[in-house]
């Protein structure tokens, strides 16, 4: 009697499936042939992954990625693998493709605490031009404890930028019972979380109910710089953007917030991905590209490096895997349906 596979039927999304029979590769060894007991349709164990119908070896796609994981260049990837810029791009696209997948583990996790910090950091994307006209610039948001990296996007510093990250943050909500949100001096993390996930809070009393963030969740920010020189009230240096939930526990110490851990992080990206290089001319050619560096290097931060200060990956510190992703593992999973 054939043994049911874990595996997933691409076609009709049964797991009734079962080995039909291996067969050789040139580069990669023996493969197995699946076939589904619902449909009767045969697929290849590649199939719906990111090495489908890529016949290089699984080990030179994992080595192009752990070398551009270490801050080289695309063209000094190709030079040193003798392979061509383009299908190096090509293979960071396909494995950029299981960001979707691997965020699932996330989601899919009960936590009792969270801490996240936001920041950005920028660089150049084609031709220089202004900084408020620039698509060079990069939200990140980070986990404290773990160093996770919750999100991280880019474009140009608008709405729409910081609204693409803190959907991701919105994920997270209804899965931990006490959520804080730290960032220094940008308020618009905070205002876009509470346009997205905010709720009216029923006090029983005549009146607009008011809006508040949903229980539990905390933002502040930390206004820096000095304000003598500007007319008018002045901000306080510790600050709550939106109004909070009233049953929610007030534990934060001013001396937490603050957003250094990651900006220790965005100091460690400039190492790691070169478009962040800051001796260069041009840094990346487009957004989807500069978008492409960002998704690989989330990837393998998360997932398959241990950080330099926790000393774990990051995923397994967060408590959403029980041991470290290899490369080439990522490489052979399932995309999402």
Request: proline share 4%.
């Amino acid at each position: 009697m054939k043994k049911t596979t874990p595996l997933q039927c691409p076609y009709c999304c049964s797991s009734d499936t079962s080995v039909f029979k291996h067969y050789p590769t040139i580069h990669n060894g023996i493969r197995k042939l699946y076939i589904c007991r619902r449909c009767e349709r045969l697929f290849s164990e590649t199939h719906n992954t990111a090495m489908n119908n890529i016949k290089t070896p699984i080990s030179k796609v994992a080595s192009a990625l752990r070398l551009r994981g270490e801050g080289l260049g695309l063209r000094a990837t190709g030079r040193v693998l003798r392979s061509n810029k383009s299908t190096i791009a090509l293979w960071e696209n396909r494995f950029a493709d299981q960001k979707a997948t691997l965020l699932l583990y996330g989601f899919c996790h009960e936590f009792i605490s969270l801490t996240f910090e936001g920041d950005e950091l920028y660089t150049i994307v084609g031709k220089r031009t202004m900084p408020s006209e620039s698509e060079g610039w990069t939200a990140v948001i980070m986990e404290r404890a773990s160093r996770f990296i919750v999100d991280q996007r880019c474009g140009k510093k608008d709405t729409s930028l910081f609204k693409s990250v803190m959907k991701t943050v919105c994920g997270y909500i209804d899965h931990t019972d006490d959520l804080s949100f730290f960032s220094d001096g940008e308020r618009r993390y905070g205002n876009m979380l509470f346009e997205l996930c905010s709720e009216v809070f029923q006090t029983g009393k005549k009146g607009r109910p008011p809006r508040v963030l949903p229980k539990g969740v905390k933002v502040r920010v930390k206004n820096k710089g000095d304000q003598k020189h500007k007319k008018g009230r002045k901000r306080p240096k510790y600050q709550a953007p939106q109004r909070e939930h009233l049953d929610t526990d007030q534990n934060l110490k001013e001396s937490e917030i603050h957003a250094n851990h990651l900006e220790a992080q965005n100091a460690a990206i400039r190492r790691k991905n070169s478009t962040f290089r800051r001796k260069t001319n041009t840094y990346a050619k487009t957004v989807k590209g500069l978008q492409r560096t960002l998704d690989v290097h989330q990837i393998i931060h998360n997932y398959v490096r241990p950080h330099w200060t926790t000393r774990e990956v990051p995923a397994v510190a967060l408590g959403i895997l029980a041991k470290p992703l290899s490369l080439e593992g990522i490489l052979s999973m399932q995309r999402a349906a």
